[in-house]
């Protein structure tokens, strides 16, 4: 390995102990610093903390808090799925190493989907990478959260959906083109993926047991009706909600795609919209405005494509299509069990409470 850089961790990141404290307390107090650490929802009382914890280290003081050693600089260290985030912030930009534990088809099939969707205005450059020694880099977005202007708790949540998250699903869609699927062969393919995922040896069986009769009971079993039935996949975030955007001046970007994928042409728009109830920054959402939303995305897909389209005759199926597809992401993200089951937990929860909005009553999982 090259020369290490050592990470002390606080509040869920890593601060670089080789980086000037001096530098890192002006960035707190300027207005360019705060807002590059807003950008990763860094408070700023953990910054004076990283302050302190890093002074100490250097002083010999008897180390407490949890360290890392990568082999690449940033001044913060944000640890992800299969690997670590390191924002070196005087270069603007972010490389991305991944663990060893991680597949390298994972790694390879990773930098491939950023190389694409990093020609798009609206994503962060692609500045370099190098697949053996598995890290990419990309240009650092020091825009504002997302969550502030496109989350459910903003009174005109729905016209700023419009105005600029809808465009955002139309172009994602155009990445690559749509295809058409039998319905059965693609939950097949995805209840398979999923009993792959979730009995792996470091997950909870518990877990896994949860997961699969809600998946297999109530949404299989559902969908077993309409299983010759033509549905439609397009390219997709994989987790495209509004703490993956970041807002600055002139121009919403989308980051994070690492889950990016081929899923059924509704993922997106609905990953967006149960993000909101799932974080809890709505309690409900009028079902005419979800309507409103599902008719523009069936007006892009109608103008990207001559099939002829099906999206308001399955409805239902393509919602729980979703649901097997978002558990699909959750399971193959490699959480931490303890943290997995309570995301998933909430997930099932907030799903089954949309749907006895329509009358139905899932099982409980």
Same mark, same amino acid.
Request: proline fraction near 4%; aromatic fraction near 10%.
């Given at each position: 390995?090259?020369?290490?850089?050592?990470?002390?961790?606080?509040?869920?990141?890593?601060?670089?102990?080789?980086?000037?404290?001096?530098?890192?307390?002006?960035?707190?107090?300027?207005?360019?610093?705060?807002?590059?650490?807003?950008?990763?929802?860094?408070?700023?009382?953990?910054?004076?903390?990283?302050?302190?914890?890093?002074?100490?280290?250097?002083?010999?003081?008897?180390?407490?808090?949890?360290?890392?050693?990568?082999?690449?600089?940033?001044?913060?260290?944000?640890?992800?799925?299969?690997?670590?985030?390191?924002?070196?912030?005087?270069?603007?930009?972010?490389?991305?190493?991944?663990?060893?534990?991680?597949?390298?088809?994972?790694?390879?099939?990773?930098?491939?989907?950023?190389?694409?969707?990093?020609?798009?205005?609206?994503?962060?450059?692609?500045?370099?990478?190098?697949?053996?020694?598995?890290?990419?880099?990309?240009?650092?977005?020091?825009?504002?959260?997302?969550?502030?202007?496109?989350?459910?708790?903003?009174?005109?949540?729905?016209?700023?959906?419009?105005?600029?998250?809808?465009?955002?699903?139309?172009?994602?869609?155009?990445?690559?083109?749509?295809?058409?699927?039998?319905?059965?062969?693609?939950?097949?393919?995805?209840?398979?993926?999923?009993?792959?995922?979730?009995?792996?040896?470091?997950?909870?069986?518990?877990?896994?047991?949860?997961?699969?009769?809600?998946?297999?009971?109530?949404?299989?079993?559902?969908?077993? $009706?309409?299983?010759?039935?033509?549905?439609?996949?397009?390219?997709?975030?994989?987790?495209?909600?509004?703490?993956?955007?970041?807002?600055?001046?002139?121009?919403?970007?989308?980051?994070?795609?690492?889950?990016?994928?081929?899923?059924?042409?509704?993922?997106?728009?609905?990953?967006?919209?149960?993000?909101?109830?799932?974080?809890?920054?709505? $309690?409900?959402?009028?079902?005419?405005?979800?309507?409103?939303?599902?008719?523009?995305?069936?007006?892009?897909?109608?103008?990207?494509?001559?099939?002829?389209?099906?999206?308001?005759?399955?409805?239902s199926a393509y919602r729980k299509i979703f649901y097997l597809e978002r558990l699909l992401v959750l399971a193959e993200r490699r959480l931490p069990?303890?943290?997995?089951?309570?995301?998933?937990?909430?997930?099932?929860?907030?799903?089954?409470?949309?749907?006895?909005?329509?009358?139905?009553?899932?099982?409980?999982?």
């Open positions: 390995m090259e020369k290490g850089y050592r990470y002390i961790g606080v509040g869920g990141n890593y601060f670089c102990v080789q980086q000037s404290v001096i530098l890192l307390a002006r960035m707190l107090f300027s207005s360019s610093g705060r807002a590059r650490f807003a950008a990763l929802a860094v408070a700023p009382t953990n910054i004076l903390t990283a302050i302190i914890k890093i002074s100490l280290d250097r002083l010999g003081a008897p180390r407490r808090a949890k360290t890392l050693t990568l082999p690449y600089f940033g001044n913060v260290c944000r640890p992800v799925h299969g690997a670590h985030k390191l924002f070196d912030f005087r270069r603007g930009f972010v490389i991305k190493c991944f663990s060893s534990q991680l597949a390298q088809g994972a790694v390879e099939r990773e930098i491939a989907t950023v190389a694409v969707v990093g020609r798009l205005d609206f994503t962060p450059d692609l500045n370099r990478y190098h697949v053996v020694h598995r890290w990419y880099e990309e240009t650092f977005i020091g825009g504002n959260p997302g969550v502030k202007f496109y989350g459910a708790h903003n009174s005109d949540f729905w016209p700023r959906y419009h105005s600029a998250v809808a465009p955002l699903l139309g172009y994602i869609l155009r990445i690559k083109p749509l295809t058409r699927v039998r319905l059965g062969s693609y939950v097949d393919s995805v209840m398979g993926r999923l009993e792959t995922a979730l009995n792996k040896p470091d997950r909870a069986p518990e877990l896994a047991a949860m997961v699969l009769e809600f998946a297999a009971d109530y949404l299989e079993d559902d969908l077993h $009706a309409s299983r010759e039935t033509i549905i439609t996949l397009g390219f997709s975030h994989g987790d495209f909600n509004a703490g993956n955007f970041l807002k600055t001046r002139d121009k919403t970007f989308v980051i994070d795609w690492e889950c990016a994928g081929r899923r059924s042409v509704r993922f997106d728009l609905y990953s967006f919209l149960f993000g909101e109830l799932h974080k809890g920054r709505a $309690a409900v959402l009028a079902q005419h405005e979800i309507d409103r939303a599902l008719e523009a995305l069936e007006l892009m897909l109608k103008c990207a494509t001559s099939a002829p389209s099906e999206m308001g005759a399955l409805a069990d303890p943290r997995a089951l309570r995301v998933i937990v909430r997930t099932i929860e907030t799903f089954t409470h949309h749907e006895r909005g329509f009358g139905h009553s899932p099982r409980a999982a």
